[in-house]
């Protein structure tokens, strides 16, 4: 049975609220979601969902499900997940977004992570590229495989707190604009990123 990602970090931070043995209860029942989860969705063709799937979407949801299942507080529950997800998600790339904002213009580099992320990281058709020139990259998306996950397994409500990781990811780059006023996991009819270089 493959290991749940993140767990280690997720029990470590779960003992503070929690106490240790019911970090490891909540960790321990988390990882049979996930493997359960992890069945239901092996016949994921696309590579980029199937990894989204298993290292961030997954275990998000079914440490969630793990911590509903102690406490039925919906609001402190996705309080509790919003600071798991800063103990886990970018941590490891951390490092390297930040050896960005030590170039002149990282936008370079950027701009072609970004298309390569809208090609891979939707599903196909779901995306309407607005803008895409040496200065700024726009993409409208109108369907997300991360909501349509989570609405599958009924907790649509997560999907907010996968939104704001975006926003973590533009805090690491103080030097590039990014801007986003629409997010279908709010209820908007698509999610409209826009990356520039800042004036």
Not at 30 to 56: F, G, M, P, V, W
Request: a neutral charge; aromatic letters at 10%; glycine letters at 4%.
């Amino acid at each position: 049975m493959a290991k749940m990602p993140h767990s280690e970090k997720w029990q470590q931070n779960l003992s503070r609220s929690y106490g240790d043995p019911k970090a490891k209860a909540l960790i321990s029942r988390a990882q049979i979601y996930y493997a359960d989860y992890c069945t239901q969705h092996d016949t994921e063709k696309s590579r980029a969902n199937l990894t989204n799937l298993k290292t961030r979407i997954l275990p998000g949801l079914s440490i969630y499900k793990s911590l509903l299942d102690e406490d039925e507080d919906q609001e402190k529950i996705l309080a509790e997940i919003d600071s798991l997800f800063r103990a886990a998600f970018f941590t490891q790339r951390m490092q390297g977004l930040r050896l960005l904002n030590y170039l002149p213009n990282p936008f370079f580099i950027i701009r072609p992570a970004l298309k390569m992320m809208t090609r891979d990281a939707y599903l196909p058709g779901s995306q309407e590229i607005i803008e895409d020139n040496a200065t700024c990259f726009a993409v409208n998306v109108y369907r997300c495989f991360i909501l349509d996950t989570l609405t599958m397994h009924h907790a649509k409500e997560l999907t907010v707190l996968y939104c704001n990781t975006d926003d973590w990811l533009a805090e690491l780059l103080p030097k590039m604009s990014w801007q986003r006023t629409k997010t279908l996991g709010r209820g908007d009819a698509c999610c409209d990123f826009r990356w520039c270089i800042k004036e």
